[in-house]
């Protein structure tokens, strides 16, 4: 499996939800990221994780949680997003987080907030 | 911190012509420089992708050349082709820190 896969592939939400977004990689890589992309922009990176342990938040607010239960698996816990927080997230995987390493993306989430 | 610069922003080629895409970036020690492409709703693919210890690198009709001196990397495609339409982002990353992307061409290949 030389795949990330993300779900859900869309999400809508309002400003008092509480929802969840998924990455899972089964290629044995041991750094995971979220980032985030706006229209027309840059992927924007949030989060590292590295070992299964966060290495790095980019000061991102807190209505956004990561969570890494297991080296295959990565989470980001939503909760009351503002409309500006609409965007693509993006999960990638990288065997280690050095920076040489390939980073490889998933298809992302489009997440809306009314 | 890293800051990339790339040049243009937007690029428009007839099929068949070549398309050169240059970014330059301004921390010495970044020492790995990806491109990706994107195309419209996708996720970012890694099309090639360059070590400092290496000047040029070519696969099929992509190629990518870094100068370290000047602190600058181009892409260059040739033969283009219409799937070749896409936003292209180069990035910088160096020892302890992690990518830092320009903000993107959007090339568009005409047939």
């Known amino acids: 499996d030389t795949e990330v896969t993300q779900t859900p592939k869309h999400l809508v939400m309002g400003m008092t939800n509480k929802k969840s977004l998924k990455c899972e990689q089964h290629?044995?890589?041991?750094?995971m990221y979220w980032y985030k992309q706006k229209a027309k922009k840059p992927p924007e990176l949030m989060f590292v994780y590295s070992y299964e342990k966060l290495s790095i938040n980019e000061s991102v607010p807190s209505r956004f949680s990561p969570e890494c239960p297991n080296s295959s698996l990565l989470n980001l816990h939503l909760h009351a997003l503002q409309p500006e927080d609409s965007a693509l997230y993006l999960c990638?995987?990288?065997?280690?987080?050095?920076?040489?390493?390939?980073?490889?993306f998933g298809p992302g989430t489009r997440l809306t907030v009314l | 911190g890293e800051n990339v610069e790339q040049h243009p922003s937007t690029l428009s080629v007839q099929e068949g012509d070549s398309a050169v895409i240059k970014c330059t970036y301004s921390?010495?020690?970044?020492?790995?420089f990806p491109w990706y492409k994107q195309e419209l709703g996708k996720r970012p693919q890694l099309i090639i992708d360059?070590?400092?210890?290496?000047g040029e690198k070519k696969d099929q009709r992509i190629a990518v050349t870094l100068n370290k001196t000047a602190k600058h990397f181009s892409l260059h495609i040739t033969e283009t082709q219409p799937e070749d339409s896409a936003v292209y982002f180069c990035a910088a990353s160096n020892y302890g820190q992690n990518f830092v992307f320009g903000p993107g061409t959007r090339l568009s290949v005409l047939p």
């Open positions: 921390d010495s020690a970044s020492n790995y």
């Open positions: 990638a995987s990288s065997q280690q987080e050095a920076s040489t390493d390939t980073q490889y």
């Open positions: 360059i070590r400092s210890n290496v």
């Open positions: 290629m044995g890589h041991r750094a």
